[in-house]
Protein backbone atom coordinates (compact mmCIF):
# COMPACT_ATOMS: atom_id res chain seq x y z
CA UNK A 1 0.00 0.00 0.00
CA UNK A 2 1.76 3.45 -1.16
CA UNK A 3 2.25 6.39 1.57
CA UNK A 4 -0.75 8.20 2.83
CA UNK A 5 -1.15 11.55 0.89
CA UNK A 6 -0.16 14.59 2.98
CA UNK A 7 -3.70 15.79 3.51
CA UNK A 8 -4.04 12.75 6.17
CA UNK A 9 -0.94 13.25 8.15
CA UNK A 10 -1.68 13.41 11.75
CA UNK A 11 -0.51 14.86 14.74
CA UNK A 12 0.27 10.80 15.85
CA UNK A 13 2.43 10.26 12.76
CA UNK A 14 4.45 13.69 13.70
CA UNK A 15 4.68 11.58 17.42
CA UNK A 16 6.15 8.53 16.62
CA UNK A 17 8.92 9.65 14.36
CA UNK A 18 9.70 12.07 16.52
CA UNK A 19 9.51 9.48 19.44
CA UNK A 20 7.57 11.89 21.58
CA UNK A 21 3.61 12.40 23.23
CA UNK A 22 1.20 13.84 21.05
CA UNK A 23 0.71 16.76 24.39
CA UNK A 24 4.75 17.40 22.91
CA UNK A 25 4.23 17.80 19.13
CA UNK A 26 0.88 20.28 20.52
CA UNK A 27 2.84 21.97 22.49
CA UNK A 28 5.79 22.96 19.95
CA UNK A 29 3.26 23.64 17.43
CA UNK A 30 1.62 25.96 19.10
CA UNK A 31 5.07 27.53 20.10
CA UNK A 32 4.75 26.95 24.02
CA UNK A 33 8.11 27.24 25.72
CA UNK A 34 8.03 24.67 28.21
CA UNK A 35 10.08 22.25 25.92
CA UNK A 36 13.32 21.43 25.49
CA UNK A 37 14.60 22.97 22.34
CA UNK A 38 16.56 19.74 21.37
CA UNK A 39 13.29 18.14 21.10
CA UNK A 40 11.59 21.22 19.30
CA UNK A 41 14.30 20.23 16.83
CA UNK A 42 12.99 16.78 16.45
CA UNK A 43 9.64 17.89 16.27
CA UNK A 44 9.94 20.05 13.82
CA UNK A 45 12.24 17.74 11.77
CA UNK A 46 9.98 15.09 12.32
CA UNK A 47 7.18 17.51 10.74
CA UNK A 48 8.88 18.55 8.00
CA UNK A 49 10.01 14.93 6.59
CA UNK A 50 6.47 14.05 6.71
CA UNK A 51 5.33 17.25 5.23
CA UNK A 52 2.92 17.92 8.07
CA UNK A 53 1.04 21.06 8.82
CA UNK A 54 -1.44 21.63 11.73
CA UNK A 55 -5.08 22.55 10.92
CA UNK A 56 -6.16 25.76 11.89
CA UNK A 57 -9.02 25.04 13.07
CA UNK A 58 -7.62 22.79 15.18
CA UNK A 59 -5.40 24.88 17.01
CA UNK A 60 -8.03 27.66 17.50
CA UNK A 61 -10.30 24.95 19.52
CA UNK A 62 -7.18 23.95 21.43
CA UNK A 63 -5.85 27.47 22.49
CA UNK A 64 -9.52 28.91 22.58
CA UNK A 65 -8.38 31.75 19.79
CA UNK A 66 -9.77 32.41 16.55
CA UNK A 67 -7.28 34.26 15.01
CA UNK A 68 -9.27 36.69 14.29
CA UNK A 69 -9.81 40.36 14.90
CA UNK A 70 -12.84 42.42 14.86
CA UNK A 71 -12.87 46.24 13.26
CA UNK A 72 -16.22 48.28 14.04
CA UNK A 73 -16.09 51.50 11.71
CA UNK A 74 -19.43 54.11 11.35
CA UNK A 75 -19.48 54.22 7.96
CA UNK A 76 -17.74 51.92 5.23
CA UNK A 77 -18.13 54.51 2.52
CA UNK A 78 -15.91 57.15 4.26
CA UNK A 79 -12.42 56.85 2.55
CA UNK A 80 -10.82 57.59 5.53
CA UNK A 81 -11.87 54.25 7.32
CA UNK A 82 -11.48 52.47 4.03
CA UNK A 83 -7.25 53.22 4.39
CA UNK A 84 -7.64 52.43 7.80
CA UNK A 85 -9.10 48.86 7.28
CA UNK A 86 -6.76 48.44 4.93
CA UNK A 87 -4.08 49.35 7.08
CA UNK A 88 -5.27 46.68 9.32
CA UNK A 89 -5.75 44.21 7.14
CA UNK A 90 -2.33 44.19 5.99
CA UNK A 91 -0.55 44.33 8.84
CA UNK A 92 -2.70 41.71 11.37
CA UNK A 93 -2.34 39.25 7.64
CA UNK A 94 1.45 39.36 8.49
CA UNK A 95 0.88 37.88 12.50
CA UNK A 96 -1.31 35.32 10.68
CA UNK A 97 -4.78 36.97 11.29
CA UNK A 98 -7.81 38.01 9.41
CA UNK A 99 -10.29 40.66 10.31
CA UNK A 100 -14.13 40.47 10.70
CA UNK A 101 -15.88 44.21 9.58
CA UNK A 102 -18.86 45.38 11.24
CA UNK A 103 -20.23 48.97 10.26
CA UNK A 104 -22.38 50.92 12.55
CA UNK A 105 -23.82 52.90 9.60
CA UNK A 106 -23.28 56.32 12.35
CA UNK A 107 -25.77 55.02 14.84
CA UNK A 108 -24.29 54.93 18.40
CA UNK A 109 -27.76 53.08 19.51
CA UNK A 110 -26.75 49.88 17.60
CA UNK A 111 -23.03 50.40 18.42
CA UNK A 112 -22.27 48.87 21.82
CA UNK A 113 -24.87 45.53 20.60
CA UNK A 114 -22.54 45.56 17.44
CA UNK A 115 -19.22 45.80 19.39
CA UNK A 116 -19.84 42.96 21.62
CA UNK A 117 -21.50 40.54 19.02
CA UNK A 118 -18.38 41.43 17.02
CA UNK A 119 -15.92 40.83 19.84
CA UNK A 120 -17.48 37.58 20.70
CA UNK A 121 -16.63 35.67 16.87
CA UNK A 122 -13.01 36.85 17.43
CA UNK A 123 -9.60 37.55 20.13
CA UNK A 124 -9.68 41.05 19.70
CA UNK A 125 -11.70 44.37 18.91
CA UNK A 126 -10.95 47.90 16.65
CA UNK A 127 -13.47 50.15 16.82
CA UNK A 128 -12.47 53.38 14.92
CA UNK A 129 -14.12 56.36 16.06
CA UNK A 130 -16.76 55.23 17.61
CA UNK A 131 -20.15 57.34 18.37
CA UNK A 132 -20.81 56.11 21.55
CA UNK A 133 -21.21 58.67 24.56
CA UNK A 134 -18.50 59.12 26.87
CA UNK A 135 -20.44 56.85 29.62
CA UNK A 136 -21.91 54.35 27.29
CA UNK A 137 -18.58 53.62 26.22
CA UNK A 138 -16.85 53.29 29.53
CA UNK A 139 -19.44 50.68 30.21
CA UNK A 140 -18.94 48.72 27.28
CA UNK A 141 -15.29 48.73 26.95
CA UNK A 142 -14.38 46.18 29.91
CA UNK A 143 -16.81 43.74 28.40
CA UNK A 144 -14.93 43.51 25.06
CA UNK A 145 -11.51 43.58 26.08
CA UNK A 146 -8.85 43.19 24.65
CA UNK A 147 -9.91 46.49 22.92
CA UNK A 148 -7.93 49.30 20.71
CA UNK A 149 -9.51 53.11 20.23
CA UNK A 150 -8.88 54.36 16.94
CA UNK A 151 -9.54 58.41 17.03
CA UNK A 152 -10.81 58.51 20.06
CA UNK A 153 -9.11 58.65 23.88
CA UNK A 154 -10.43 56.25 26.06
CA UNK A 155 -9.57 55.52 29.70
CA UNK A 156 -5.76 54.92 30.84
CA UNK A 157 -6.24 51.32 30.48
CA UNK A 158 -7.23 51.57 27.47
CA UNK A 159 -4.80 51.43 24.45
CA UNK A 160 -5.39 54.27 21.82
CA UNK A 161 -4.04 55.51 18.31
CA UNK A 162 -5.31 59.07 18.14
CA UNK A 163 -4.70 61.97 15.49
CA UNK A 164 -4.70 65.34 17.25
CA UNK A 165 -6.92 67.23 14.92
CA UNK A 166 -7.23 69.83 17.49
CA UNK A 167 -3.65 70.61 16.03
CA UNK A 168 -4.56 69.74 12.27
CA UNK A 169 -7.59 72.00 12.28
CA UNK A 170 -4.70 74.66 13.43
CA UNK A 171 -2.79 73.69 11.08
CA UNK A 172 -5.34 74.78 8.80
CA UNK A 173 -6.42 77.82 10.15
CA UNK A 174 -2.62 79.27 10.17
CA UNK A 175 -2.30 78.50 6.57
CA UNK A 176 -6.08 80.85 6.10
CA UNK A 177 -4.53 83.19 8.48
CA UNK A 178 -1.18 83.75 6.66
CA UNK A 179 -3.17 84.07 3.55
CA UNK A 180 -5.18 87.19 5.09
CA UNK A 181 -8.46 85.44 5.84
CA UNK A 182 -9.80 86.85 9.08
CA UNK A 183 -13.71 85.44 8.64
CA UNK A 184 -13.87 81.76 8.73
CA UNK A 185 -16.38 79.14 8.56
CA UNK A 186 -16.31 76.23 10.02
CA UNK A 187 -18.42 73.49 8.57
CA UNK A 188 -19.27 71.09 11.87
CA UNK A 189 -19.15 66.81 11.78
CA UNK A 190 -21.27 64.92 13.64
CA UNK A 191 -22.47 65.85 16.90
CA UNK A 192 -21.18 62.11 18.61
CA UNK A 193 -17.66 62.60 16.97
CA UNK A 194 -14.92 62.54 19.45
CA UNK A 195 -12.74 64.60 16.47
CA UNK A 196 -15.25 66.73 16.34
CA UNK A 197 -15.15 68.32 19.66
CA UNK A 198 -11.14 68.00 19.07
CA UNK A 199 -11.72 70.57 15.99
CA UNK A 200 -14.28 72.63 18.07
CA UNK A 201 -11.95 73.16 20.84
CA UNK A 202 -8.87 74.06 18.40
CA UNK A 203 -11.04 76.45 16.79
CA UNK A 204 -11.84 78.59 20.10
CA UNK A 205 -8.34 78.45 21.51
CA UNK A 206 -7.35 80.40 17.89
CA UNK A 207 -10.08 82.36 18.00
CA UNK A 208 -8.64 83.84 21.76
CA UNK A 209 -4.80 83.74 20.03
CA UNK A 210 -5.53 85.43 16.75
CA UNK A 211 -5.96 89.14 16.60
CA UNK A 212 -9.22 89.84 14.27
CA UNK A 213 -10.06 85.93 13.37
CA UNK A 214 -13.83 85.49 13.38
CA UNK A 215 -15.42 82.47 13.14
CA UNK A 216 -18.70 81.01 11.97
CA UNK A 217 -19.95 77.74 12.92
CA UNK A 218 -22.22 75.67 10.52
CA UNK A 219 -23.66 72.76 11.43
CA UNK A 220 -23.14 70.31 8.14
CA UNK A 221 -22.19 66.52 8.47
CA UNK A 222 -19.62 64.34 7.01
CA UNK A 223 -20.94 63.45 4.08
CA UNK A 224 -20.53 64.81 0.43
CA UNK A 225 -24.42 65.71 0.32
CA UNK A 226 -24.01 67.61 3.25
CA UNK A 227 -20.95 70.37 2.17
CA UNK A 228 -23.49 70.46 -1.20
CA UNK A 229 -25.99 71.45 0.95
CA UNK A 230 -24.12 74.03 3.04
CA UNK A 231 -23.44 76.44 0.40
CA UNK A 232 -26.12 78.77 0.75
CA UNK A 233 -25.41 78.91 4.58
CA UNK A 234 -21.57 79.60 3.51
CA UNK A 235 -22.76 82.40 1.62
CA UNK A 236 -25.02 84.38 3.55
CA UNK A 237 -22.12 84.15 6.36
CA UNK A 238 -19.91 86.64 3.88
CA UNK A 239 -16.98 84.39 4.72
CA UNK A 240 -13.81 84.44 2.48
CA UNK A 241 -12.38 80.75 3.48
CA UNK A 242 -13.96 77.32 4.72
CA UNK A 243 -12.85 74.58 7.15
CA UNK A 244 -14.42 71.48 6.27
CA UNK A 245 -14.96 68.92 8.59
CA UNK A 246 -13.49 66.77 6.39
CA UNK A 247 -12.56 65.66 2.52
CA UNK A 248 -15.73 64.68 1.46
CA UNK A 249 -17.41 67.51 3.16
CA UNK A 250 -15.08 69.81 1.03
CA UNK A 251 -16.02 67.92 -2.33
CA UNK A 252 -19.81 68.53 -1.80
CA UNK A 253 -19.25 72.27 -1.22
CA UNK A 254 -16.55 72.26 -4.20
CA UNK A 255 -19.53 71.09 -6.69
CA UNK A 256 -22.28 73.19 -5.62
CA UNK A 257 -19.88 76.18 -5.29
CA UNK A 258 -19.10 76.22 -8.99
CA UNK A 259 -22.46 75.35 -9.65
CA UNK A 260 -23.71 78.74 -8.55
CA UNK A 261 -20.33 80.51 -9.97
CA UNK A 262 -18.34 81.22 -7.01
CA UNK A 263 -15.04 81.02 -7.87
CA UNK A 264 -12.54 78.87 -5.69
CA UNK A 265 -10.28 80.29 -4.55
CA UNK A 266 -10.57 83.67 -6.13
CA UNK A 267 -14.24 84.31 -4.47
CA UNK A 268 -13.53 82.16 -0.91
CA UNK A 269 -11.05 79.22 -0.23
CA UNK A 270 -11.52 75.87 0.98
CA UNK A 271 -9.59 73.42 2.83
CA UNK A 272 -10.22 69.85 3.93
CA UNK A 273 -8.98 67.33 6.42
CA UNK A 274 -7.55 63.54 5.91
CA UNK A 275 -6.06 63.59 2.48
CA UNK A 276 -7.89 60.99 1.21
CA UNK A 277 -6.91 59.66 -2.57
CA UNK A 278 -9.04 61.68 -4.65
CA UNK A 279 -8.41 65.02 -2.44
CA UNK A 280 -5.42 65.84 -5.32
CA UNK A 281 -8.11 65.45 -8.40
CA UNK A 282 -10.86 67.69 -7.20
CA UNK A 283 -11.68 70.34 -8.91
CA UNK A 284 -10.19 72.77 -8.01
CA UNK A 285 -7.41 70.67 -5.74
CA UNK A 286 -8.34 70.76 -2.02
CA UNK A 287 -5.97 72.07 0.22
CA UNK A 288 -6.10 69.48 3.30
CA UNK A 289 -4.27 68.38 6.08
CA UNK A 290 -2.58 64.80 5.73
CA UNK A 291 -3.87 62.12 8.57
CA UNK A 292 -1.62 59.00 7.50
CA UNK A 293 -4.99 56.56 7.09
CA UNK A 294 -2.89 53.71 6.19
CA UNK A 295 -0.23 54.09 9.12
CA UNK A 296 -3.00 54.52 11.65
CA UNK A 297 -4.52 51.29 10.81
CA UNK A 298 -0.80 49.38 10.98
CA UNK A 299 -0.21 51.42 14.02
CA UNK A 300 -3.54 50.42 15.76
CA UNK A 301 -2.86 46.72 14.93
CA UNK A 302 0.54 46.91 16.42
CA UNK A 303 -0.70 48.13 19.47
CA UNK A 304 -3.10 45.65 19.77
CA UNK A 305 -0.96 42.43 19.02
CA UNK A 306 1.34 43.89 21.35
CA UNK A 307 -1.27 43.92 24.19
CA UNK A 308 -2.45 40.10 22.89
CA UNK A 309 1.30 38.81 22.95
CA UNK A 310 3.15 41.00 24.74
CA UNK A 311 2.01 43.19 26.72
CA UNK A 312 3.05 46.45 27.88
CA UNK A 313 5.48 46.43 24.74
CA UNK A 314 6.60 49.50 23.21
CA UNK A 315 4.74 50.65 20.11
CA UNK A 316 5.53 53.74 17.79
CA UNK A 317 3.96 57.12 18.00
CA UNK A 318 1.09 58.71 15.94
CA UNK A 319 2.78 59.61 12.68
CA UNK A 320 3.00 63.56 12.05
CA UNK A 321 0.50 65.50 11.09
CA UNK A 322 1.26 67.82 7.74
CA UNK A 323 -0.60 70.23 5.19
CA UNK A 324 -0.79 69.28 1.69
CA UNK A 325 -1.41 72.91 -0.08
CA UNK A 326 -3.12 73.04 -3.09
CA UNK A 327 -5.40 74.81 -5.86
CA UNK A 328 -8.38 75.58 -3.50
CA UNK A 329 -6.96 78.42 -0.85
CA UNK A 330 -5.53 81.69 -1.90
CA UNK A 331 -5.09 85.35 -0.41
CA UNK A 332 -8.23 86.80 0.89
CA UNK A 333 -10.15 88.10 -1.54
CA UNK A 334 -9.04 92.04 -2.46
CA UNK A 335 -11.06 94.40 -2.17
CA UNK A 336 -12.33 97.63 -4.00
CA UNK A 337 -11.15 100.84 -3.24
CA UNK A 338 -13.03 103.62 -2.97
CA UNK A 339 -12.16 106.73 -3.92
CA UNK A 340 -11.16 106.67 -7.23
CA UNK A 341 -7.98 106.35 -7.03
CA UNK A 342 -5.82 106.37 -10.83
CA UNK A 343 -4.84 103.31 -12.87
CA UNK A 344 -1.35 102.54 -12.81
CA UNK A 345 -0.71 104.80 -9.72
CA UNK A 346 -1.17 103.28 -6.24
CA UNK A 347 -3.04 105.24 -2.88
CA UNK A 348 -3.92 105.01 0.48
CA UNK A 349 -7.91 104.63 1.05
CA UNK A 350 -9.52 104.08 4.76
CA UNK A 351 -11.78 101.00 5.23
CA UNK A 352 -13.48 100.77 8.36
CA UNK A 353 -10.73 100.54 11.12
CA UNK A 354 -7.77 100.09 8.35
CA UNK A 355 -5.89 101.61 5.94
CA UNK A 356 -5.60 100.19 2.41
CA UNK A 357 -2.81 101.01 -0.43
CA UNK A 358 -3.60 99.84 -4.03
CA UNK A 359 -5.56 100.74 -7.01
CA UNK A 360 -8.81 100.37 -8.37
CA UNK A 361 -7.56 96.80 -9.47
CA UNK A 362 -6.99 95.78 -5.70
CA UNK A 363 -5.48 95.91 -2.48
CA UNK A 364 -1.60 95.81 -2.17
CA UNK A 365 -1.03 96.32 1.52
CA UNK A 366 -2.96 96.14 4.56
CA UNK A 367 -2.09 98.89 7.08
CA UNK A 368 -3.42 98.17 11.05
CA UNK A 369 -2.94 99.25 14.54
CA UNK A 370 -2.78 96.57 16.20
CA UNK A 371 -5.31 97.47 18.88
CA UNK A 372 -6.55 93.68 18.99
CA UNK A 373 -3.40 92.15 19.07
CA UNK A 374 -2.75 90.30 22.84
CA UNK A 375 -0.56 92.78 25.44
CA UNK A 376 2.23 89.84 25.41
CA UNK A 377 2.86 90.65 21.84
CA UNK A 378 3.70 94.17 22.71
CA UNK A 379 1.00 95.91 20.37
CA UNK A 380 1.91 98.30 17.35
CA UNK A 381 0.85 99.07 14.20
CA UNK A 382 2.22 97.06 11.20
CA UNK A 383 1.32 95.89 7.85
CA UNK A 384 0.19 92.74 6.72
CA UNK A 385 -0.88 91.36 3.92
CA UNK A 386 1.69 92.62 2.32
CA UNK A 387 1.25 90.63 -1.21
CA UNK A 388 2.91 91.15 -5.20
CA UNK A 389 1.40 92.64 -7.70
CA UNK A 390 -0.17 88.98 -8.99
CA UNK A 391 -1.46 88.44 -5.25
CA UNK A 392 1.42 86.47 -3.52
CA UNK A 393 1.60 87.28 0.02
CA UNK A 394 4.72 88.34 0.93
CA UNK A 395 3.94 88.86 4.26
CA UNK A 396 2.87 86.30 7.66
CA UNK A 397 1.15 87.30 11.02
CA UNK A 398 0.95 86.05 14.23
CA UNK A 399 2.27 82.14 12.74
CA UNK A 400 3.05 79.28 14.87
CA UNK A 401 6.57 79.58 15.66
CA UNK A 402 6.32 83.23 16.63
CA UNK A 403 3.16 84.19 17.59
CA UNK A 404 3.98 87.74 17.98
CA UNK A 405 5.52 88.56 14.73
CA UNK A 406 3.11 90.77 12.94
CA UNK A 407 3.99 91.13 8.96
CA UNK A 408 6.36 94.43 8.27
CA UNK A 409 5.99 96.45 11.98
CA UNK A 410 8.87 98.40 13.49
CA UNK A 411 9.65 96.11 16.82
CA UNK A 412 12.28 96.37 19.29
CA UNK A 413 13.08 94.09 22.06
CA UNK A 414 13.99 96.47 24.82
CA UNK A 415 13.75 100.10 25.20
CA UNK A 416 14.72 101.37 28.57
CA UNK A 417 13.55 97.63 29.97
CA UNK A 418 10.60 97.73 27.94
CA UNK A 419 9.56 94.67 24.86
CA UNK A 420 8.37 96.34 21.73
CA UNK A 421 8.90 93.27 19.99
CA UNK A 422 6.54 91.05 21.90
CA UNK A 423 6.85 87.21 23.89
CA UNK A 424 9.68 86.71 26.08
CA UNK A 425 12.38 88.45 26.83
CA UNK A 426 16.21 87.24 26.54
CA UNK A 427 17.66 87.39 30.33
CA UNK A 428 21.53 87.03 30.68
CA UNK A 429 22.51 83.51 32.36
CA UNK A 430 18.89 82.69 32.84
CA UNK A 431 17.49 82.63 29.21
CA UNK A 432 14.28 83.66 27.04
CA UNK A 433 11.84 84.57 29.89
CA UNK A 434 8.03 85.83 29.64
CA UNK A 435 8.03 88.84 31.75
CA UNK A 436 5.42 91.49 32.33
CA UNK A 437 7.61 94.25 30.23
CA UNK A 438 5.21 94.44 27.24
CA UNK A 439 4.69 98.16 26.35
CA UNK A 440 2.60 99.45 23.24
CA UNK A 441 2.61 101.80 20.13
CA UNK A 442 -0.52 103.82 19.75
CA UNK A 443 -1.13 105.95 16.56
CA UNK A 444 -2.32 109.58 17.78
CA UNK A 445 -3.71 110.07 14.32
CA UNK A 446 -3.42 109.08 10.56
CA UNK A 447 -2.93 111.30 7.18
CA UNK A 448 -3.52 109.90 3.88
CA UNK A 449 -3.72 110.67 0.29
CA UNK A 450 -2.87 108.94 -3.34
CA UNK A 451 0.79 109.37 -2.62
CA UNK A 452 1.75 108.47 1.54
CA UNK A 453 0.05 107.51 4.73
CA UNK A 454 1.68 109.24 7.86
CA UNK A 455 1.23 108.13 11.08
CA UNK A 456 1.98 109.83 14.61
CA UNK A 457 2.61 107.24 17.35
CA UNK A 458 3.46 107.16 20.49
CA UNK A 459 5.41 104.51 22.17
CA UNK A 460 4.54 103.44 25.87
CA UNK A 461 5.55 101.59 28.50
CA UNK A 462 4.09 98.64 29.92
CA UNK A 463 3.16 101.20 32.75
CA UNK A 464 1.74 103.35 30.61
CA UNK A 465 4.26 105.98 30.84
CA UNK A 466 5.61 107.31 27.26
CA UNK A 467 8.71 106.77 26.25
CA UNK A 468 9.02 107.70 22.06
CA UNK A 469 7.15 109.27 19.47
CA UNK A 470 7.60 108.06 16.02
CA UNK A 471 6.56 110.10 12.83
CA UNK A 472 5.91 107.23 10.20
CA UNK A 473 5.68 107.55 6.51
CA UNK A 474 4.45 104.74 4.15
CA UNK A 475 4.64 105.13 0.26
CA UNK A 476 4.39 102.85 -2.66
CA UNK A 477 4.30 103.13 -6.46
CA UNK A 478 4.69 101.09 -9.72
CA UNK A 479 8.34 100.13 -10.27
CA UNK A 480 10.55 97.54 -12.07
CA UNK A 481 7.40 95.12 -13.29
CA UNK A 482 5.98 95.00 -9.35
CA UNK A 483 5.84 97.36 -6.87
CA UNK A 484 8.06 99.19 -4.17
CA UNK A 485 7.12 100.20 -0.78
CA UNK A 486 9.03 102.98 1.17
CA UNK A 487 8.84 103.18 4.92
CA UNK A 488 10.85 105.70 6.63
CA UNK A 489 10.14 106.67 10.85
CA UNK A 490 11.88 109.35 12.36
CA UNK A 491 11.73 108.16 16.73
CA UNK A 492 12.15 111.46 18.97
CA UNK A 493 13.60 110.80 22.60
CA UNK A 494 11.29 113.78 23.57
CA UNK A 495 10.83 112.00 26.96
CA UNK A 496 13.88 111.67 28.21
CA UNK A 497 17.35 109.29 27.05
CA UNK A 498 16.49 105.98 25.63
CA UNK A 499 19.04 102.86 25.10
CA UNK A 500 18.13 100.31 22.47
CA UNK A 501 18.83 96.62 23.39
CA UNK A 502 18.52 93.28 21.72
CA UNK A 503 19.54 89.43 23.05
CA UNK A 504 22.96 89.90 21.85
CA UNK A 505 23.74 92.84 24.27
CA UNK A 506 22.63 90.72 27.18
CA UNK A 507 24.93 87.86 25.98
CA UNK A 508 23.08 85.53 23.67
CA UNK A 509 25.32 85.64 20.51
CA UNK A 510 23.51 85.41 16.99
CA UNK A 511 20.34 87.31 18.04
CA UNK A 512 20.41 91.28 17.46
CA UNK A 513 17.24 91.41 15.98
CA UNK A 514 14.89 94.72 16.50
CA UNK A 515 14.49 97.61 13.85
CA UNK A 516 11.78 97.68 10.41
CA UNK A 517 11.18 93.67 10.74
CA UNK A 518 9.99 92.02 7.85
CA UNK A 519 8.28 88.53 8.55
CA UNK A 520 7.85 86.44 5.28
CA UNK A 521 5.93 83.32 4.75
CA UNK A 522 7.61 80.00 5.63
CA UNK A 523 8.66 78.30 2.20
CA UNK A 524 11.47 77.39 1.07
CA UNK A 525 13.67 80.27 0.57
CA UNK A 526 17.05 81.69 -1.18
CA UNK A 527 18.65 84.75 0.31
CA UNK A 528 21.01 87.03 -1.71
CA UNK A 529 23.06 90.36 -0.83
CA UNK A 530 26.23 92.20 -2.21
CA UNK A 531 27.81 89.61 -0.11
CA UNK A 532 26.87 86.41 -2.18
CA UNK A 533 23.84 84.02 -2.03
CA UNK A 534 23.27 82.27 1.25
CA UNK A 535 22.17 82.98 5.04
CA UNK A 536 25.87 83.18 5.95
CA UNK A 537 27.00 86.10 3.39
CA UNK A 538 24.15 88.09 4.33
CA UNK A 539 24.10 87.88 8.03
CA UNK A 540 25.64 90.17 9.99
CA UNK A 541 26.93 92.05 6.97
CA UNK A 542 26.64 95.73 5.87
CA UNK A 543 25.45 95.05 2.22
CA UNK A 544 23.13 97.89 1.49
CA UNK A 545 20.63 95.62 0.00
CA UNK A 546 19.11 92.05 0.69
CA UNK A 547 16.84 89.60 -1.61
CA UNK A 548 14.54 86.81 -0.81
CA UNK A 549 13.48 84.73 -3.47
CA UNK A 550 10.84 81.95 -2.66
CA UNK A 551 9.35 80.18 -5.34
CA UNK A 552 7.95 82.25 -8.60
CA UNK A 553 8.44 85.69 -6.25
CA UNK A 554 10.71 87.83 -4.77
CA UNK A 555 11.12 90.53 -2.00
CA UNK A 556 13.90 92.77 -2.41
CA UNK A 557 15.12 95.10 0.80
CA UNK A 558 17.15 98.40 0.41
CA UNK A 559 18.26 100.44 2.80
CA UNK A 560 18.08 103.90 1.27
CA UNK A 561 19.49 106.26 4.30
CA UNK A 562 22.77 104.55 5.80
CA UNK A 563 23.34 100.99 5.99
CA UNK A 564 22.99 98.81 9.38
CA UNK A 565 23.89 95.24 9.45
CA UNK A 566 21.53 92.98 8.60
CA UNK A 567 19.95 90.58 11.15
CA UNK A 568 17.91 87.39 9.19
CA UNK A 569 16.36 83.86 9.21
CA UNK A 570 15.61 81.47 6.62
CA UNK A 571 15.42 78.36 8.94
CA UNK A 572 13.22 78.46 11.71
CA UNK A 573 11.30 81.21 10.17
CA UNK A 574 11.71 83.62 7.25
CA UNK A 575 12.42 87.26 7.96
CA UNK A 576 15.07 90.42 8.45
CA UNK A 577 15.70 93.77 9.57
CA UNK A 578 18.42 96.35 9.77
CA UNK A 579 19.68 96.04 13.35
CA UNK A 580 18.97 98.78 15.46
CA UNK A 581 21.61 97.63 17.81
CA UNK A 582 24.24 94.82 16.89
CA UNK A 583 26.29 94.03 20.23
CA UNK A 584 26.26 97.13 22.19
CA UNK A 585 23.23 99.24 23.21
CA UNK A 586 22.16 102.13 21.12
CA UNK A 587 21.42 105.13 22.93
CA UNK A 588 19.39 108.34 22.64
CA UNK A 589 19.86 111.73 24.19
CA UNK A 590 17.21 113.59 25.68
CA UNK A 591 15.35 114.97 22.18
CA UNK A 592 17.36 113.18 20.25
CA UNK A 593 16.10 111.98 16.90
CA UNK A 594 16.68 108.60 14.94
CA UNK A 595 16.12 108.17 11.66
CA UNK A 596 14.67 105.03 10.02
CA UNK A 597 14.06 103.78 6.33
CA UNK A 598 13.38 100.36 4.15
CA UNK A 599 12.78 100.00 0.99
CA UNK A 600 11.31 96.73 -0.62
CA UNK A 601 10.39 95.68 -3.57
CA UNK A 602 7.91 92.80 -4.60
CA UNK A 603 8.46 91.31 -7.66
CA UNK A 604 6.08 88.32 -9.11
CA UNK A 605 9.41 86.41 -10.46
CA UNK A 606 12.74 84.91 -9.10
CA UNK A 607 15.65 87.12 -9.54
CA UNK A 608 19.55 86.38 -9.64
CA UNK A 609 22.26 88.01 -7.89
CA UNK A 610 22.75 90.36 -10.56
CA UNK A 611 19.48 91.23 -11.27
CA UNK A 612 18.89 91.86 -7.35
CA UNK A 613 22.18 94.12 -7.98
CA UNK A 614 20.81 96.54 -10.77
CA UNK A 615 17.42 96.44 -9.10
CA UNK A 616 18.81 97.42 -6.09
CA UNK A 617 20.98 100.43 -7.39
CA UNK A 618 17.80 101.96 -9.18
CA UNK A 619 16.14 101.86 -5.88
Known sequence: MGRTPKDSITIADVARLAEVSRATVSRVMNGRLTVAPEIVARVRAA????????????????????????LVVPDLGNPLFQQILRGITNASAAAGYRVLVAETDEDPTAEAEIAIEARRRCDALIMVSPRLDEERLLELLPQVQPVILVNRQGPEDVSSVVVDYGRAVRIVVDHLVGLGHRRLAFLSGPAASASNTLRLRALEVAQREIPGLELVRLECGRSIEDGYAAVERVL?????????????????????????GVAVPADVSVTGMDDIGLARFAVPSLTTVRVPQKDLGELAWRRLHASIAAPNGDADDVPELRLAVRASTGPVPEPRLHGGTAAGRLGWQQQGDIFALGSDSGM?????????MPQVHAPRPYLHPVRTLGGHPLTEVSPVDHRHHYGVSLAVPVVNGTSH?????????????????HG?????????????????????????????????????ELAAGGWRLDWQSVLTARYGSMQIENPTTAGREGAAYGGIFWRLPVAETTVLSADGEGLDAAFGSTSPWLAFVQG????????????RRWFLRVDSYVGACPALAWDSPLT??????????????????PVELAEAKSLADQL
Open 588 to 605: LQPNQELRLSLTALLLDR
Open 236 to 260: ESHVTAVVAFNDLVAFGLLARLNEV
Open 47 to 70: ADRLNYRPSDLARSLSLGRTNMVA
Open 421 to 437: WGGRTYVRDQGPTLLTN
Open 364 to 372: LARYEFGRR
Open 440 to 476: QQRSRGVIANDHELIDDITWYDEQGRPQLVERRRLAG
Open 552 to 563: DVSLLLVQPDGV
